[in-house]
C-alpha cells in the first residue's frame, strides 16, 4: 500500500497493527512512514520517537523523523536527528543523504557538501544520491556542476521526476523560460501526485509576466517624456501607447509560442486567475492614465504634470507586483493531473 500511495489505506491498517503489536519498532516506523506519506508530519515524528524508544540504536526511525521535522519547518531538530541517524549507521548511504538533506534546510552548505560527496563514496550509482548532490551544488552557485549530477541521477533512473524539477531550476538560473518548463512538465507528468511541479510551472509564468509588465512600464516610462523633448503632437504620441501595448502582446504570445504544447493550457489557466488579471489590469490602467494626463495637458503645463505621470506609471508598477508576489495557492490539482495525461507515476 505504502509502495503504490495508499497512505490512508495503509494507516488505517498499520493503526490495528502497532495497537496489537505495541512494541515493534518496525511497524511503528511504518506507521510514519505513512503519516509522511499522506503530509500528517506531527503524527510521523510522534510514531517515529516511538519507535526511537523501543529500538533507540535503529538509524531508520531518525530518519524518518528528521524527514517529518523539515515538513514542520524545525530544521534544526531535523540535523540532530539526521546527524543521529548517521552516527547509528554511518556505512549506510542513505544516513548521508537524510544529513544532506537536513543540513541544506538549515542553511548549512558545507555540512550538506560533505555529507553529499560522503554519500557519492559510498553509492556512486544511486539516482537519489546524485540528485541530493545536484541540489547541494546548485546552492553553492555551481551550475554545471549541478546539471552534471541531475543528468546523472536521469541517466541512472530516467523516471526520477526530481531530478527533472531540479534541471528545471537550473534552467531558470540561466533565464532559459522555456527549457524550465519543459523539465517541470515532464518532472509534473511523471509523478502527478507531487502538486510541488505544477506549481513550479505556475512560478515561471508569473515571472514572465512580471517581467513583461516590468519592460511595458519601463518603456513607456521612456515614452512620457516624448512631447517635452521633441514637441510631438498629441495625436501621434496617443499612438505610441497602443503600439506599445501591441508590441508587448506580441512578444508575450511569441514566447507562448515557443512554449511546449503541454504548457500552453497551464498558461491559459494562470491567466485568467484574478491576481494575474488584476495585476494586468492595474498596469496596463496606470500607464494609460498616465498617457491620457500627459495628451490632454496643455503644453506649457507639461513640466508640472509630468512629475504625475511618472508616480503614476511607478505607483501600477509597484501595485501590479505585489498583486503578483501574492501566495499561490497550495494545490493545483487540475493542472497536475493535465499535465499528467492520465498516466500512473513511474516514480510512486
Same mark, same amino acid.
Given at each position: 500500500?505504502?509502495?503504490?500511495?495508499?497512505?490512508?489505506?495503509?494507516?488505517?491498517?498499520?493503526?490495528?497493527?502497532?495497537?496489537?503489536?505495541?512494541?515493534?519498532?518496525?511497524?511503528?516506523?511504518?506507521?510514519?512512514?505513512?503519516? $509522511?506519506?499522506? *503530509?500528517?508530519?506531527?503524527? =510521523?515524528? +510522534?510514531?517515529?520517537? /516511538? %519507535?526511537?524508544? #523501543?529500538? @533507540? !540504536?535503529?538509524?531508520?526511525?531518525?530518519?524518518?523523523?528528521?524527514?517529518?521535522?523539515?515538513?514542520?519547518?524545525?530544521?534544526?531538530?531535523?540535523?540532530?536527528?539526521?546527524?543521529?541517524?548517521?552516527?547509528?549507521?554511518?556505512?549506510?548511504?542513505?544516513?548521508?543523504?537524510?544529513?544532506?538533506?537536513?543540513?541544506?534546510?538549515?542553511?548549512?552548505?558545507?555540512?550538506?557538501?560533505?555529507?553529499?560527496?560522503?554519500?557519492?563514496?559510498?553509492?556512486?550509482?544511486?539516482?537519489?544520491?546524485?540528485?541530493?548532490?545536484?541540489?547541494?551544488? $546548485?546552492?553553492? *552557485?555551481?551550475?554545471?556542476? =549541478?546539471? +552534471?549530477?541531475?543528468? /546523472? %541521477?536521469?541517466? #541512472?533512473? @530516467? !523516471?526520477?521526476?526530481?531530478?527533472?524539477?531540479?534541471?528545471?531550476?537550473?534552467?531558470?538560473?540561466?533565464?532559459?523560460?522555456?527549457?524550465?518548463?519543459?523539465?517541470?512538465?515532464?518532472?509534473?507528468?511523471?509523478?502527478?501526485?507531487?502538486?510541488?511541479?505544477?506549481?513550479?510551472?505556475?512560478?515561471?509564468?508569473?515571472?514572465?509576466?512580471?517581467?513583461?509588465?516590468?519592460?511595458?512600464?519601463?518603456?513607456?516610462?521612456?515614452?512620457?517624456?516624448?512631447?517635452?523633448?521633441?514637441?510631438?503632437?498629441?495625436?501621434?504620441?496617443?499612438?505610441?501607447?497602443?503600439?506599445?501595448?501591441?508590441?508587448?502582446?506580441?512578444?508575450?504570445?511569441?514566447?507562448?509560442?515557443?512554449? @511546449?504544447?503541454?504548457?500552453?493550457?497551464?498558461?491559459?489557466?494562470?491567466?485568467?486567475?484574478?491576481?494575474?488579471?488584476?495585476?494586468?489590469?492595474?498596469?496596463?490602467?496606470?500607464?494609460?492614465?498616465?498617457?491620457?494626463?500627459?495628451?490632454?495637458?496643455?503644453?506649457?503645463?507639461?513640466?508640472?504634470?509630468?512629475?504625475?505621470?511618472?508616480?503614476?506609471?511607478?505607483?501600477?508598477?509597484?501595485?501590479?507586483?505585489?498583486?503578483?508576489?501574492?501566495?499561490?495557492?497550495?494545490?493545483?490539482?487540475?493542472?497536475?493531473?493535465?499535465?499528467?495525461?492520465?498516466?500512473?507515476?513511474?516514480?510512486?
Amino acid at each position: 500500500m505504502l509502495d503504490l500511495g495508499r497512505y490512508d489505506d495503509a494507516s488505517q491498517l498499520l493503526a490495528r497493527v502497532v495497537a496489537a503489536e505495541p512494541d515493534s519498532s518496525r511497524a511503528w516506523c511504518l506507521f510514519a512512514r505513512a503519516h $509522511l506519506g499522506a *503530509g500528517r508530519y506531527q503524527p =510521523a515524528v +510522534d510514531a517515529a520517537n /516511538r %519507535a526511537v524508544s #523501543i529500538e @533507540p !540504536g535503529e538509524e531508520w526511525p531518525h530518519r524518518l523523523a528528521s524527514n517529518a521535522l523539515m515538513h514542520l519547518g524545525q530544521h534544526r531538530e531535523a540535523l540532530r536527528a539526521a546527524t543521529e541517524a548517521r552516527r547509528l549507521a554511518p556505512s549506510f548511504w542513505q544516513t548521508h543523504v537524510c544529513v544532506a538533506q537536513a543540513a541544506l534546510a538549515a542553511s548549512h552548505p558545507s555540512v550538506a557538501s560533505a555529507a553529499a560527496t560522503e554519500a557519492r563514496r559510498l553509492a556512486p550509482d544511486e539516482a537519489d544520491v546524485h540528485f541530493l548532490s545536484g541540489k547541494v551544488a $546548485l546552492t553553492r *552557485g555551481d551550475l554545471p556542476a =549541478a546539471r +552534471d549530477h541531475q543528468e /546523472r %541521477a536521469l541517466a #541512472i533512473d @530516467p !523516471g526520477h521526476s526530481g531530478a527533472m524539477n531540479e534541471l528545471g531550476r537550473i534552467r531558470l538560473r540561466k533565464h532559459d523560460t522555456s527549457g524550465a518548463i519543459r523539465h517541470f512538465i515532464s518532472a509534473a507528468r511523471t509523478t502527478p501526485g507531487e502538486h510541488i511541479y505544477s506549481r513550479n510551472i505556475d512560478v515561471v509564468i508569473l515571472r514572465s509576466i512580471s517581467r513583461m509588465i516590468y519592460l511595458f512600464v519601463l518603456i513607456a516610462l521612456g515614452l512620457i517624456w516624448v512631447p517635452t523633448i521633441v514637441h510631438v503632437s498629441r495625436f501621434p504620441f496617443a499612438m505610441c501607447f497602443t503600439v506599445l501595448l501591441v508590441a508587448t502582446l506580441a512578444s508575450f504570445t511569441i514566447m507562448v509560442v515557443r512554449l @511546449p504544447r503541454e504548457a500552453r493550457p497551464v498558461v491559459r489557466r494562470t491567466l485568467r486567475t484574478g491576481r494575474v488579471l488584476t495585476a494586468l489590469g492595474l498596469a496596463v490602467g496606470g500607464v494609460a492614465a498616465a498617457f491620457a494626463a500627459v495628451t490632454l495637458t496643455p503644453e506649457k503645463d507639461l513640466p508640472q504634470m509630468l512629475p504625475v505621470a511618472v508616480l503614476i506609471t511607478f505607483g501600477a508598477r509597484l501595485a501590479s507586483t505585489a498583486r503578483l508576489r501574492a501566495p499561490l495557492s497550495a494545490r493545483h490539482p487540475k493542472g497536475a493531473k493535465a499535465l499528467a495525461n492520465g498516466k500512473p507515476p513511474r516514480r510512486p
